[in-house]
């Protein structure tokens, strides 16, 4: 199915989302949408789905101009869209869940059994094996992503819309992943990937449709291009993809763990040292959390064995308020649940974890906020970090992902850290700003400061560590140097399996 | 405070007295006599205004109770317990001390009042901290628990026997403070208007200069907002809890000043008029904020007032209406709530960031327990 808009505008209040868009995807091609976060490709793939109607231009399907006033309209023409966050009921079966909104059977009897039959048809078909009687909730991430595709496919889905669908998925399942979708176009589907991701763009479509401020910059086959030159369309300038760093001259121990146990941390013993960074890499849920959270003194003590000690001193007892003053630093994974307060203002949060003493406070006893003070360091922090707009009365809420998470880096590297917990340090983060980000941990690094790295993104972690550790099942699979191990080696140790 | 926080209430107050007009005018009588009536005499010279800023005075106390709570993340239903505990407390040191001279007992009768409320507050503060337990359903309870303590010991061991009226014997006469009427003049000294109300307007400075100047008010709108970030924060949450509630209950407590000490000059049981569960209201409709809790306290009180000529005037309707426009404004308030979070949803499409944030949620928290 070949889908077509044509000179498509739409307009949020001020924001001019989709400026006069062109964009074809061709019949049975891969076709990604790439651009950084609020450059409007989410929102002209949604009215391709008829989620939003545009304020102008029109929408052509195989050629013939077509009213998608609803995503009904956009099922019946055969397009459908698997979303960002999936959209299933959790407590029903993956049948259940398929046929929600087209279910089979006469208005009184559901027939399921029917309906079961065709699912298994189609997981055959493209591959896409998932039991249809599992409870959704009991599925995997990535096999719930493949019951949003039998959704769309069960409803006869010619052209296939994905929002940042490999955001949720380990590296294994991505390429299992982008097999399914490799499958899907040698049937005759067509499939549009909305990512932010070059790799991926690389690796699986054929053509790639660049997005920047609401506007196309560029139209291209994908064998006609590179990472460097999409990263220039995506962020308008040049864009330096590889870490630059040079290497490590580490110092004493900063941080020596000693069979660390907490939650799902499992008997965990490293050091940190002065001048280098360690990274952390392993899947999601292995203990990174609950290990970076130890370290920072927001775990019960109680739940903690083992011996952390830092420059020498036995870290157990001491609160994260005493660990922040005695200089570690700590960029939490989350930033809306941990770093930031939403509502109050960049001032504000520029000195959450140092709020009670001077410079923040002030008068007796430091009871007082010295706004003075603080705005100062606000400003700082936003002149120095590169968070926009600069204004440090806006609430944190209003800030893009990539501005909340420079203004928390920024407000920990001012501590100043003698060692930096960092987790998922570009998470949700754009290119311009991840180039930005790593320079500035690098730079950290060389000016002594022991950096503990965690990151999900197994190129980010490779490409910052001087010392990698992987972590499988709570415990340390394996120590590698990052500039000699392949990605290979690296998620067999993730995996759990052996050299 | 921007122009738009106090549109909203104000546009709340409109609808409830349009409502409460055609509830008036159903009945029979003219809307238009009723409200004159209302507003007329509780803003009369000097009865009018006297009575009106007393009524406002504990609502004033109570709603900046409930509001520094909920800056702190908590829903303190429990200022009804809290002020009779407090004020009962009052009345024993008046009574115990009696002999003091006024400099002093006057200050020690105030500290009370603040301690006695601020502890039985940290009660259910305490239990949430140390293990969890509501403090919607804590303070409740406390509630009657309190209610039946003072009761009980006004009845068995501080009434003076033959009083057919449960109430205290009466508190040292230097342990009274002054009325207004003894200054203002004009104001003649048996409106009960006194010292306390001034006190109130202090205590709404203080409460706003405590939540938006010093590092304790940041810990308590950081836990409010993000307990999680709060603690990476280096904020302990639990201490926050205990802390917040004895805020809370310290200014429910204030409330024991104003009807001991400037009032009756006793402990009279049964006295309040409902000012804790109003509280709630009044810190609805004035945001959470001081000056808001200050005008909204000030509306219920001419609500309250202008309610007994209505009552005496008009052929048909009660001074019920008083309760039906209160709840009306409580209900608008609510409503409000839900305006602003479909503006929000209209407005989040374009920002691309969710701004439905956590007052609309708070808000519909309290609206649902408006009155118990």
Redesign the interface.
């Known amino acids: 199915m070949k889908l077509e808009l044509r000179n498509v505008t739409k307009r949020?209040?001020?924001?001019l989302?989709n400026d006069h868009l062109n964009i074809t995807v061709d019949s049975g091609t891969i076709h990604a949408i790439v651009g950084e976060n609020?450059a409007g490709k989410s929102t002209a793939m949604r009215i391709a789905y008829g989620f939003?109607t545009a304020d102008s231009g029109e929408i052509l399907v195989d050629d013939a101009v077509r009213e998608i006033r609803a995503p009904r309209d956009a099922i019946a023409l055969g397009i459908g869209m698997v979303h960002q966050h999936f959209m299933l009921v959790r407590p029903m079966t993956v049948t259940e869940n398929i046929v929600l909104g087209a279910e089979p059977g006469s208005a009184v009897a559901l027939d399921l059994r029917k309906a079961a039959a065709a699912i298994r048809g189609l997981s055959e078909e493209f591959r896409l094996t998932v039991d249809p009687d599992a409870i959704v909730e009991t599925l995997s991430v990535g096999q719930q992503q493949r019951v949003e595709l039998l959704k769309a496919l069960y409803r006869r889905a010619e052209l296939l819309i994905l929002d940042e669908p490999t955001a949720v998925l380990t590296p294994q399942e991505v390429e299992e992943f982008f097999s399914i979708l490799r499958r899907m176009r040698s049937q005759g589907k067509t499939v549009v990937i909305i990512t932010h991701k070059l790799s991926e763009v690389l690796a699986i479509s054929d053509r790639v449709t660049v997005m920047r401020d609401g506007r196309v910059v560029g139209s291209v086959k994908t064998r006609d291009t590179n990472a460097a030159e999409l990263a220039r369309l995506m962020v308008g300038r040049e864009v330096l993809l590889r870490v630059e760093k040079s290497p490590a001259k580490p110092g004493p121990d900063v941080l020596t763990v000693r069979n660390l146990s907490v939650q799902r941390v499992n008997g965990v013993s490293f050091a940190v040292r002065a001048g280098e960074i360690v990274g952390i890499a392993g899947v999601e849920g292995n203990g990174q959390t609950e290990l970076i959270e130890a370290l920072?003194g927001?775990l019960p003590e109680r739940q903690v064995t083992g011996t952390i000690s830092f420059g020498g001193r036995d870290l157990r007892a001491v609160?994260?308020?005493?660990r922040?003053e005695i200089g570690i630093a700590?960029v939490?994974e989350d930033r809306h649940?941990?770093?930031?307060?939403?509502?109050?203002s960049l001032s504000?949060n520029s000195i959450?974890?140092v709020?009670?003493r001077p410079p923040?406070?002030s008068g007796v006893g430091?009871?007082?906020?010295d706004?003075k003070a603080i705005d100062r360091r606000a400003e700082f922090v936003i002149r120095e970090f590169d968070v926009r707009p600069p204004n440090p009365a806006l609430p944190a809420?209003?800030l893009?992902g990539g501005n909340q998470q420079k203004l928390i880096i920024g407000r920990e590297f001012e501590l100043p850290p003698v060692l930096l917990l960092i987790a998922q340090p570009t998470r949700g983060v754009d290119i311009g700003a991840i180039e930005f980000i790593h320079r500035k941990i690098i730079a950290m690094r060389d000016a002594g400061c022991a950096v503990l790295l965690v990151s999900a993104e197994l190129e980010e972690v490779t490409a910052l560590a001087d010392r990698l550790l992987v972590l499988h099942n709570g415990r340390i699979a394996g120590e590698v140097d990052p500039s000699l191990a392949t990605a290979e080696e690296i998620g067999l140790l993730m995996t759990g399996g052996r050299h | 405070m921007k122009l738009r926080d106090l549109l909203f209430p104000l546009m709340a107050v409109v609808c409830a007295f349009a409502v409460g007009a055609v509830v008036v005018l159903i009945i029979g009588d003219s809307p238009l006599q009723v409200f004159s009536l209302l507003l007329g005499s509780a803003l009369s010279w000097p009865d009018g205004i006297g009575y009106t800023l007393f009524f406002a005075t504990p609502l004033i106390f109570t709603g900046l109770a409930v509001a520094v709570a909920l800056h702190g993340g908590l829903l303190n239903i429990g200022a009804e317990g809290q002020l009779y505990v407090a004020a009962f407390a009052t009345a024993w040191v008046g009574i115990t001390f009696a002999g003091l001279p006024s400099l002093l007992l006057v200050p020690l009768c105030c500290l009370a009042a603040v301690l006695a409320g601020a502890a039985w507050a940290a009660i259910p503060g305490v239990l949430k901290a140390r293990f969890g337990s509501h403090e919607v359903i804590n303070t409740i309870m406390l509630n009657f628990i309190a209610v039946a303590l003072v009761g009980y010991l006004t009845q068995y061991h501080y009434r003076i026997p033959g009083d057919p009226i449960m109430e205290s014997a009466p508190i040292g006469d230097t342990a009274q403070i002054a009325r207004l009427g003894s200054v203002i003049p004009g104001l003649p000294e048996r409106i009960p208007l006194n010292v306390a109300f001034l006190l109130a307007l202090l205590a709404a400075w203080c409460v706003y200069v405590l939540l938006w100047k010093t590092t304790w008010g940041y810990e308590i709108r950081a836990t409010g907002q993000n307990p999680a970030a709060a603690e990476y924060g280096g904020i302990s949450i639990r201490r926050q809890m205990v802390l917040t509630m004895a805020i809370s209950g310290g200014l429910a407590g204030m409330v024991g000043i104003n009807e001991v000490l400037g009032y009756r000059y006793r402990y009279y049981d049964g006295f309040s008029d409902n000012y804790g569960f109003t509280g709630i209201a009044v810190a609805l409709l004035g945001r959470n904020h001081p000056a808001g809790v200050v005008l909204a306290a000030l509306l219920f009180a001419v609500l309250q007032r202008g309610g007994v000529p209505v009552d005496a005037f008009t052929q048909l309707v009660s001074k019920d209406i008083v309760q039906i426009l209160q709840a009306l404004v409580i209900l608008f308030v609510a409503a409000e709530a839900m305006f602003q979070w479909k503006w929000a949803g209209g407005r989040r499409q374009g920002t691309a960031s969710g701004s439905a944030g956590a007052v609309p949620s708070a808000q519909a928290g309290t609206a649902t327990v408006g009155k118990i």
């Open positions: 949020f209040g001020a924001v989302a609020g939003y920072a927001l609160d994260a308020r005493r922040r700590h939490p649940r941990r770093g930031l307060l939403l509502e109050f504000e959450l974890g709020h009670y923040a406070a430091a009871m007082l906020l706004k809420r209003a893009s």
